[in-house]
């Protein structure tokens, strides 16, 4: 009896934990968490060059080489997780799941100056357009498009 007051008490904290937005679920979608480490940091507003060089090196974009671009979008991620319940549109590739919405970014730009791993980025901030591929039911970020 103990045991499953317990186990009822743990389930109440998790679901308080999940309405309050502090515990996101786990959707077991790779691409999901690829773009969590690739895209996301709600933590600043904007970033600079210092921000671009760090950022990049510590989600680990240059490891083996430099990736050439990456915006990084300073938003919450239900914020961000919104913008796949809004119209589909087309996709670079042409699939139509695809979402627009404007956000704050951090643009970071392979300024070619150094080889892997210590890459060398610009940097630009700004409040603007994002296009973001969704999958999944519910619908979640899956690749950056533009």
Known sequence: ???LKTLSSLLLLLLTLLGLGLVQPS?????YKRFLRQHVDPTVTGGDVKYCNLMMQRRRMTQFRC?????FIHEDIWNIRSICS???IQCKNG???????VMSVTDCRDTGSSPAPNCRYGARASTRRVVIACEGN???????DG
């Not at 699939?95 to 919405?101: I, P, T």
């Not at 519910?138 to 950056?144: D, G, I, K, L």
């Open 1 to 3: 009896m103990a045991l």
């Open 86 to 88: 809004t119209t589909n």
């Open 27 to 31: 959707y077991g979608q790779p691409m």
């Open 95 to 101: 699939k139509m799941n695809c979402h627009e919405g």
């Open 67 to 71: 990736k050439q671009f990456n915006t």
């Open 138 to 144: 519910p619908p979640v970020p899956v690749h950056f």
